[in-house]
Each structure stands twice: as structure tokens, then as C-alpha cells.
């Protein structure tokens, strides 16, 4: 079992960056795909970035593409997600997630087994 727990999170002007951290624990994250997915209020859930065990391989949401650059550290447990040229439309709540033992990257967001509690981010007009 691995518990994730988002951070960075906040309130940011259109234009501006944000950077997520998901810490992990319980479990090292070396044998997990990892992900960001976000999801925003009445919304489904949407698949953001992913990454594989490496780091090698990376996926991202159309909508996202060349303004987010998602990372991982496995030394440190952790993963990240780098935030620029934010819009209004990233507002939404951002999650961390895992799959064990799934090399990535994964874009299903119902692939997940693993989630943190979320971080809000909210870019203002």
C-alpha cells in the first residue's frame, strides 16, 4: 500500500506557474506508474499527465501539452507537476495517482489504484 499526499497547490493570476508535489509513503514509487488527473466542480475526472516507472516516457491531456511537464524523483518518493502559462480553465482539483507494477504511462484515469487527496488550484482571469 502507498499513501500519496498532494501539495503546491493555490490561488495563481492567468499567465502565471504553479508547481505540484505528490510525496509518497508506505511504498516506494519505483514500481509505480504515476499520474496527475484533475477534476473540476460537476465535472468527470481528466486525465492531466502520467509518467513511467523511469521517467523516460511521458504522456499529457491535449490541453495541457507544452505548458505542463510532469517529473519524478524516486530517490525522494516523490513526483511533481510543473505549471506554466496557467488558464482559467486548469482550475480544478488535482490528484496524484499510482498503479503498481504497470510500467507507464497510463492515461486511463480508471487504471489508478492509488490516489491522494487532492490539491486545489484556482487560476483567476
Known amino acids: 500500500q502507498v499513501q500519496l499526499v498532494e501539495s503546491g497547490g493555490g490561488l495563481v493570476q492567468a499567465g502565471g506557474s504553479l508547481r505540484l508535489s505528490c510525496a509518497a509513503s508506505?511504498?516506494?514509487?519505483?514500481?509505480?506508474?504515476m499520474g496527475w488527473i484533475r477534476q473540476a466542480p460537476g465535472k468527470e475526472r481528466e486525465f492531466v499527465a502520467a509518467?513511467?516507472?523511469?521517467?523516460?516516457?511521458?504522456d499529457y491531456a491535449d490541453s495541457v501539452k507544452g505548458r505542463f511537464t510532469i517529473s519524478r524523483d524516486n530517490a525522494k518518493n516523490a513526483v511533481y507537476l510543473q505549471m506554466n502559462s496557467l488558464k482559467p480553465e486548469d482550475t480544478a482539483v488535482y490528484y496524484c495517482?499510482?498503479?503498481?507494477?504497470?510500467?507507464?504511462?497510463?492515461?486511463?484515469?480508471?487504471?489508478?489504484?492509488?490516489w491522494g487527496q487532492g490539491t486545489q488550484v484556482t487560476v483567476s482571469s
Open positions: 495517482a499510482a498503479r503498481y507494477s504497470d510500467y507507464g504511462p497510463i492515461r486511463g484515469n480508471n487504471e489508478y489504484d492509488y
Open positions: 508506505g511504498r516506494t514509487i519505483s514500481r509505480y506508474a
Open positions: 509518467i513511467s516507472w523511469s521517467g523516460a516516457n511521458t
